[in-house]
């Protein structure tokens, strides 16, 4: 139980299909982020929340689009993707503030587009 | 722009060596990270250094902090197969106060007997 849980774990869709992924975290915490980790490629950040107020885009194109309606949730709205956006989709939340917490992450939703 | 690499991307190791993976970054940094992630799994935090001459341990991991020279090593002693994994630094650009982690590219430890 890591306590940041993502559904679906695996998701094949086709390119003008329309999906979300979805996260929740049971640990308290008021940040939320939206990592990618595809192949051969570092983790990249896509989106962080805090307090349910988006204060990080990375540059991340408009087919992808985030929802945090609470401290707690934080979806992926999918739509007409490519299949270089095949790869594990990665939910994190963590406190905010200066101490240095940790990043808690979720198990990932392994993404295929056809 | 933040650079995190680490090296070696690939480590091969026999049960009972030490060896070190190291953390080069290119920016002033007041956070860094140690996860660990196994096939198919999450990430999960293994160390958080947040002083220049930092050092943490567990079990047969150790971590440490120059903040001066941009660097972080993470020493193993004594490896077990239980260790393989990809092992990834993370950092997070100075006066940046929550998780906008940039990582290394992980290097991936395999244990043998």
């Known amino acids: 139980e890591t306590g940041v849980t993502q559904t679906p774990r695996h998701l094949v869709m086709g390119m003008t299909n329309k999906k979300s992924l979805k996260c929740e975290q049971h640990?308290?915490?008021?940040?939320m982020y939206w990592y990618k980790q595809s192949a051969k490629k570092p983790l990249e950040l896509m989106f962080v929340?805090?307090?349910?107020?988006?204060?990080e885009n990375n540059s991340v194109p408009s087919r992808f689009s985030p929802e945090c309606p609470n401290s707690s949730h934080l979806f992926l709205h999918l739509h007409t993707l490519q299949p270089e956006d095949s790869a594990l989709y990665l939910c994190?939340?963590?406190?905010?503030?200066?101490?240095?917490?940790?990043?808690?992450f979720g198990n990932g939703t392994r993404l295929t587009v056809t | 722009e933040l650079k995190v690499e680490q090296n070696p991307l690939f480590l091969s190791m026999q049960e009972g060596k030490n060896y070190t993976i190291y953390c080069n970054y290119s920016?002033?940094?007041?956070?860094l990270y140690w996860y660990r992630q196994d096939p198919g799994k999450s990430l999960e935090s293994l160390f958080v250094?947040?002083?220049?001459?930092a050092v943490k341990q567990e079990g047969r991991l150790m971590a440490s902090l120059d903040t001066k020279a941009r660097l972080s090593t993470l020493h193993i002693t004594a490896a077990v197969h239980d260790l393989s994994a990809t092992y990834f630094c993370?950092?997070?650009?100075?006066?940046?106060?929550?998780?906008?982690?940039?990582f290394g590219q992980g290097t991936i430890l395999t244990v043998h007997p």
């Open positions: 994190a939340s963590s406190h905010t503030g200066t101490g240095g917490s940790p990043l808690h």
């Open positions: 640990l308290g915490h008021n940040a």
């Open positions: 929340y805090n307090f349910k107020e988006q204060t």
């Open positions: 920016t002033t940094s007041d956070r």
């Open positions: 250094l947040l002083s220049n001459g």
């Open positions: 993370a950092v997070v650009a100075g006066g940046t106060s929550y998780g906008k982690l940039t």
